[in-house]
């Protein structure tokens, strides 16, 4: 009876020794999160007013970002507003108004929990001087208000994809009338918690 016991113990030692490395890799695995940026490119579709009228012309835009980040680690929310004062229409169709530029990125580390939600709530500026000019003041649909004479449409979910910073989902919103996007990527970006 003792040797069966001392047997069945024996063979339980290989066992255990094997388990160790798995166990450890498992919190290792279990310690990798994540934090977000958010990157913005404003462009023109190529039927835009400004684009057949003003090309050369320079503009200026702003707009407002709402955005709700939250985990346990790093809770956000808030109005980010954003401000490009020297844009020059591009004399052709497929280039951008804005470049890509960072709008956002969170500093901790925290656990996997989605992506960030990103809604553009409004966009205004102007391009051109004089009788030329032309005003933008876009702002999305809201429930028992008249819809506005040039609405921005948000999140319009665009193909994932990567580039130099790496991968990302991206959204857009777009004005109806003044033809304007603005396209908003986040990158999830690996880290360790």
Excluded at 90 to 108: A, H, M
Aim: contains cysteine; glycine residues 8%.
């Amino acid at each position: 009876m003792r040797f069966r016991t001392f047997c069945c113990r024996l063979a339980l030692v290989p066992l255990a020794l094997g388990l160790v490395p798995l166990g450890q890799a498992r919190s290792a695995a279990a310690e990798l999160g994540v934090r977000h940026r958010i990157d913005v490119t404003v462009s023109a579709e190529p039927d835009a007013p400004i684009l057949s009228h003003l090309k050369g012309a320079k503009g200026e835009l702003s707009f407002t970002v709402r955005l709700s980040a939250n985990s346990k680690e790093s809770k956000f929310f808030g109005m980010l507003r954003p401000s490009f004062p020297d844009i020059v229409v591009p004399d052709g169709v497929g280039k951008p108004l804005v470049q890509q530029s960072k709008l956002w990125e969170e500093e901790v580390c925290h656990q996997r929990r989605g992506l960030p939600k990103v809604t553009v709530t409004q966009l205004g500026g102007h391009f051109g001087e004089g009788e030329e000019r032309i005003e933008i003041s876009a702002i999305n649909r809201h429930i028992g208000v008249l819809v506005p004479p040039d609405e921005l449409t948000p999140g319009i979910k665009l193909d994932p994809g990567s580039d130099s910073f790496g991968v990302f989902y991206a959204f857009r919103a777009q004005t109806r009338n003044s033809r304007l996007n603005v396209d908003l990527k986040i990158y999830p970006i690996d880290c360790f918690l």
